[in-house]
C-alpha cells in the first residue's frame, strides 16, 4: 500500500513562495506517476499538475504555468511543488496523489489510486 505524506503548506503573503512535499512510501517511487490538485472551500478540486514515472513529462493546469513547477527526488521518494508568485486565489488545501498504473487523464482525480491527506496553504492579499 503506497502511503502519501504532503508537508510545506503554511501562511505566506500574496508574491511569496512556498515549496510542497510529497513523501512517499510503501511502493516503489520510480513507478508511479505523482500529481497534485487542490481544493478550497465551496470549490471542487482541481488539478494543478504532475509529473509521471520517468520523470520525463510534467503537466501544469493553465493557471500556474509560469508559476509553478513539479519535481521529483528519486533519492528521497519525493515530488516537489514550488510555489512562486502566490495569488490569494491560490488559497486552498493540497493534495498530492500517486498511481502506478499506466493510464491517461492524468489531470484527473479518478487516474490516482493514492492520496495524501492534504497540506493548508493560505495567501493573504
Known amino acids: 500500500q503506497v502511503q502519501l505524506v504532503e508537508s510545506g503548506g503554511g501562511l505566506v503573503q500574496a508574491g511569496g513562495s512556498l515549496r510542497l512535499s510529497c513523501a512517499t512510501s510503501?511502493?516503489?517511487?520510480?513507478?508511479?506517476?505523482v500529481g497534485w490538485f487542490r481544493q478550497s472551500p465551496g470549490r471542487e478540486r482541481e488539478f494543478v499538475a504532475y509529473?509521471?514515472?520517468?520523470?520525463?513529462?510534467?503537466s501544469y493546469a493553465d493557471f500556474v504555468k509560469g508559476r509553478f513547477s513539479i519535481s521529483r527526488d528519486n533519492a528521497k521518494n519525493t515530488v516537489f511543488l514550488q510555489m512562486n508568485s502566490l495569488e490569494a486565489e491560490d488559497t486552498a488545501v493540497y493534495s498530492c496523489?500517486?498511481?502506478?498504473?499506466?493510464?491517461?487523464?492524468?489531470?484527473?482525480?479518478?487516474?490516482?489510486?493514492?492520496w495524501g491527506q492534504g497540506t493548508q496553504v493560505t495567501v493573504s492579499s
Open positions: 496523489a500517486a498511481s502506478s498504473a499506466r493510464r491517461g487523464g492524468r489531470e484527473y482525480p479518478t487516474s490516482y489510486d493514492y
Open positions: 510503501g511502493g516503489t517511487f520510480t513507478e508511479l506517476t
Open positions: 509529473v509521471t514515472f520517468s520523470g520525463q513529462t510534467t
